[in-house]
Nanobody
Framework: QLQASGGGSVQAGGSLRLSCLAS????????MAWFRQGPGKEREFVSS????????HYADSLKGRFTISRDNAKKTAYLQMNSLKPEDTAVYYCAADINGNFAYDSSRNRYDYWGQGTLVTVSS
């Protein structure tokens, strides 16, 4: 249902844009989100975006560096990551809440579909 791409290796201070391509007829009604899991860490919330694309939530520590967006015509969500730091190294996962819930909730339990993850490595 979800396929994440765009990961890679980058030096600190660099940028990457991740993409998440969805299949399904109701994509435009889904809340989309990004999570990440660093080495030896639990999976954590990064950002989510309302089905309209007009509203977003971010983890406090990432505000100002990461931007989530979506293109409903292309059934794709994006995560633009700027000023990357070594601590951003992680596998990044996209997720979908097919009920369109958008209240802030960093829990991964509410999401119905998950992509396979894409690895981002930031070197110092």
């Amino acid at each position: 249902q979800l396929q994440a791409s765009g990961g890679g290796s980058v030096q600190a201070g660099g940028s990457l844009r991740l993409s998440c391509l969805a299949s399904g007829h109701s994509y435009s009604s889904w809340t989309m989100a990004w999570f990440r899991q660093g080495p030896g860490k639990e999976r954590e919330f990064v950002s989510s975006i309302h089905r309209s694309g007009a509203y977003a939530h971010y983890a406090d520590s990432l505000k100002g560096r990461f931007t989530i967006s979506r293109d409903n015509a292309k059934k794709t969500a994006y995560l633009q990551m700027n000023s990357l730091k070594p601590e951003d190294t992680a596998v990044y996962y996209c997720a979908a809440d097919i009920n369109g819930n958008f209240a802030y909730d960093s829990s991964r339990n509410r999401y119905d579909y998950w992509g396979q993850g894409t690895l981002v490595t930031v070197s110092s």
